[in-house]
């Protein structure tokens, strides 16, 4: 049977590293593979573009736990929420046993969660800041060229 390969698996490093991982979080947490299939576009975020700044901002900030599926719907972004609950948990691993708990879990999955609203928001407004700064630097330009040719071009 011959399968497609992924570009890790072209690479010969997909088993090496991810695959323990992927096969002991299956084990220990039986939801992610579910999660996984149906939100496979965990990082595309889709930008609105257009309408008022409310709600753009509103749509950019709940991208981080609404997501869009592969089927055209859309629904509860499980695989980010999960994944940042799992950080959270594995990261407790690093402090000292007095800076460890559910709360804390909570609270630092909620802080990488709200770190990825902030970046959809700047991924939704980018154009918008974009635009502004270069019609600034085109209209100085302008001024600066006027000003050159007047400056040139002196009257009697």
Known sequence: ???????????????????????????????????????????????????????????????????????GTTGPNYANVLGNLIGGAISNLYYPEADRGVGLTFGRALTVTNQGAIGAELIEFWPDISRHYQRKHAEKMARKAAQKTADSNPQP
């Not at 990082?43 to 997501?67: E, P």
């Open 1 to 71: 049977m011959i399968t497609e390969l992924t570009g890790r698996e072209r690479l010969g490093t997909a088993n090496v590293s991810w695959r323990p991982i992927q096969i002991h979080l299956t084990e220990i947490f039986g939801a992610m593979p579910s999660c996984q299939v149906s939100c496979m576009k965990i990082r595309d975020i889709f930008v609105k573009g257009t309408g008022s700044f409310k709600s753009r901002a509103a749509y950019a900030a709940a991208a981080a736990v609404w997501c869009h599926r592969d089927n």
